[in-house]
């Protein structure tokens, strides 16, 4: 059996390890030079998305075999509104490293892939999936299935990010809402350790030309004045496709659209679509009906994204008030409950 993997980020190289777990060796090829994003951010997982999952790390290790090290856990989230500050601590999951760096997430997986990668190749999918049994598309985007399927649209947005320097708490993250600069999006801070962290703004409906000046806005706005040592930006619209497999090709992680459309988090399931890709290869077992758990759920989180496209300032002060009630605040983050599938029908109905 003959597969290739076009792409050696996490969906892809997370396919290729499951591919090997069993019995099978492929071929990935790279664009880039090396394993790992050009600029380093700090990315998570967050508990309260992986539900009923308690622990994504344990999970992976446990049910797939893959082990990886978090840069720290996340033990505290403060939010921001323009007029509100609530502070959350408990078990909300945790953060880690993408980067070029070693100890990278891309990194740890690639040093458990023994399969050749192919560095400095963009191969064209279709001739591809010509030569190959199958050809999975783990691209880190979405442009190749949008012209082959159905495709719905749900947020586009325009990020900006930098790595900064200061004295930062390893295990806090920090949220702000503020339709301002950030519309329906947000801004946020993880650290990789004490002295140096990620700030990132998300911004959504919005031009390029918008970007540096919604970004200064957000800097000016919140009083943040680190020093800045590099920054990046990129645009990312997120979408729900009809289909995930067109014959033999399969379309896993970002390049399947699999992103939640609420955060923007999209690491658990780039890892978990390489794997169920993988297994359908292996088994030729449905994957669209595999991929199900991950569709459903983005298709929940796209009702909270229209819910909150209508939000104004006076409903995150709101929000970010709820969030940090003591009782709210228990059965969200100190609970297992599944809190975003049980609200839903609230959320639709108020729609």
């Known amino acids: 059996m003959k597969v ?20 099978i060796t492929c071929i990935l090829f790279e664009r880039k030079n090396m394993i790992g994003t050009i600029q380093p951010n700090i990315g998570s997982f967050f508990n309260m998305e992986d539900r009923p999952i308690k622990d994504p790390i344990n999970y992976f290790r446990h049910t797939h075999g893959i082990l990886l090290t978090p840069v720290e856990r996340m033990t505290t989230i403060i939010m921001h509104s323009p007029k509100y500050k609530s502070v959350v601590k408990g078990n909300h999951g945790y953060f880690f490293l993408r980067s070029k760096d070693m100890n990278s997430l891309d990194n740890q997986l690639a040093r458990d892939v023994k399969s050749k990668i192919n560095f400095n190749s963009d191969p064209d999918f279709k001739e591809l999936s010509r030569e190959y049994d199958y050809v999975v598309v783990a691209t880190g ?13 749900t947020v586009t947005t325009w990020i900006k990010g930098a790595t900064v320097l200061g004295n930062f708490e390893p295990h806090t993250a920090e949220l702000w809402f503020n339709t301002d600069y950030a519309r329906s999006g947000y801004g946020y801070l993880m650290p990789f350790d004490k ?5 990132v703004l998300i911004t959504t409906y919005t031009q390029h ?25 990129f645009d990312l619209n997120t979408g729900i496709a009809k289909e995930h497999k067109i014959d033999n090709l399969y379309f896993v992680g970002n390049a399947a659209g699999f992103i939640d459309p609420l955060l923007g988090l999209g690491a658990f399931h780039a890892l978990e679509s390489g794997i169920f890709a993988a297994r359908s290869i292996a088994t030729g077992k449905d994957y669209e009906k595999m991929v199900k758990v991950i569709t459903d759920k983005l298709n929940v989180l796209s009702d909270y994204r229209d819910k909150l496209d209508k939000f104004k300032n006076s409903d995150y002060d709101r929000m970010v008030k709820i969030l940090g009630m003591p009782i709210i605040r228990h059965v969200i983050y100190d609970t297992n409950i599944d809190v975003i599938k049980y609200a839903h029908p609230i959320i639709r109905f108020f729609k």
């Open 4 to 23: 290739a993997i076009i792409g050696a980020g996490i969906a892809g190289l997370a396919c290729a390890h499951e591919l090997e777990r069993l019995g």
């Open 141 to 153: 985007n979405s442009s190749v299935l949008e012209k082959l399927t159905e495709w719905r649209t």
């Open 195 to 199: 002295s140096r962290a990620s700030l």
């Open 209 to 233: 030309g918008e970007l540096d000046d919604l970004w200064q806005l957000f800097l000016h706005n919140e009083g943040l004045n680190y020093e800045i040592v590099e920054t990046y930006e």
